[in-house]
């Protein structure tokens, strides 16, 4: 039977109702009823039949921080994609960053050693690898000398927690997709980049970094966790892209005006500025952090050919992945 935490996030939602459209019935944690909403609204846009592929689901209420709720929840389980996680690049979350996608990752798998656990597929992130080489491949190891966001430290450490029980002997995979591209999470970063493109701003961030549809996540999941491959690490990104290219795509799809300027570093650091002294002000308000800064200037390149080269893996062009993204925006816009 197969587990899915994180089921009411972007990747989990999806990777659901792919497999219920198997015929399969995957048991999926949730933290309470308000959450369950996003993913029946995904299902609402996808299928003919949502309630039914909703129903298919056994639905258990649990936390991955509180061991305790999830002993019962393993119960018969064989397959885990682990896709729970917190993201958030607010300095004031750094304590619930560790304790989510770290200690609930261990609580995750210390259990699993204890069950007859086919595969252990981790949902990881790009944020875990170094930056000081171009492209980024599955070998650009963590520096910690780089400069890294709380979330990209959390997301390194759950790693190794990973890692460390395939070496107690749990057969365990990772992918580690770049920013993906998926409709319906108004928490999402492609859900930004589209409100962005429909304020009309004039400035576009210089830097570029991977991209990813968000089908295309859940086929190398469903295509690693089916392979007899364990102990191996993918990153999973179909397209390099500068952000001006994603915002006059995305205003071109929503027929409105691309921003034409490259953001200025003074500008940039003003917004810094600003957001630092509301920071003092308004600990959890949302602002632009040193980290952030850093990554709209930076140009970043992902290698994907390890994943294409195992898996013979194809990615969705680019342009259908995006257009597909604003046909699903206009449905219900965030």
């Excluded at 493109?197 to 469903?222: C, N």
């Excluded at 290698?303 to 206009?330: C, G, V």
Aim: with cysteine; proline share 5%; glycine share 4%.
């Amino acid at each position: 039977m197969i587990l899915v935490t994180g089921g009411t996030g972007l990747i989990g939602a999806h990777l659901l109702l792919f497999l219920t459209r198997k015929g399969l019935s995957p048991r999926a944690i949730y933290k309470d009823e308000k959450s369950l909403k996003k993913t029946l609204h995904l299902f609402n846009n996808y299928s003919a039949e949502p309630q039914k592929l909703f129903n298919q689901i056994q639905w258990t209420k649990a936390d991955i921080t509180d061991i305790c709720s999830l002993k019962p929840v393993l119960k018969g389980i064989t397959q885990i994609y682990h896709t729970a996680a917190l993201v958030s690049f607010n300095p004031a979350d750094k304590q619930q960053l560790y304790q989510t996608n770290v200690e609930g990752t261990t609580n995750l798998l210390n259990l699993a050693l204890d069950q007859p656990i086919e595969k252990f597929l981790h949902v990881s992130s790009i944020a875990v690898y170094g930056a000081y080489e171009q492209p980024v491949t599955e070998r650009t190891n963590w520096q910690w000398k780089e400069k890294h966001s709380d979330y990209a430290v959390s997301k390194y450490l759950s790693e190794m927690e990973v890692w460390r029980a395939g070496q107690e002997g749990l057969p365990v995979a990772i992918v580690n997709p770049s920013v993906v591209l998926g409709a319906h999470f108004s928490n999402s970063a492609m859900s930004r980049f589209i409100k962005q493109a429909t304020k009309k701003r004039h400035y576009y961030p210089p830097g570029s970094t991977g991209f990813v549809d968000v089908w295309d996540v859940v086929k190398a999941m469903t295509d690693l966790m089916k392979s007899p491959v364990v102990n191996e690490s993918f990153i999973v990104s179909g397209y390099n892209k500068s952000y001006s290219e994603i915002l006059s795509h995305t205003a071109k799809l929503l027929q409105l005006p691309a921003p034409k300027k490259p953001l200025p570093k003074y500008l940039a650091y003003g917004i810094y500025a600003t957001g630092f002294l509301q920071r003092i002000i308004q600990p959890q308000s949302d602002y632009l952090t040193a980290n952030m800064l850093d990554t709209l200037f930076r140009q970043t390149a992902y290698s994907s050919q390890k994943l294409q080269d195992t898996f013979n893996f194809k990615y969705i062009p680019f342009e259908a992945a995006l257009s597909n993204l604003i046909d699903q925006y206009r449905k219900s816009p965030y």
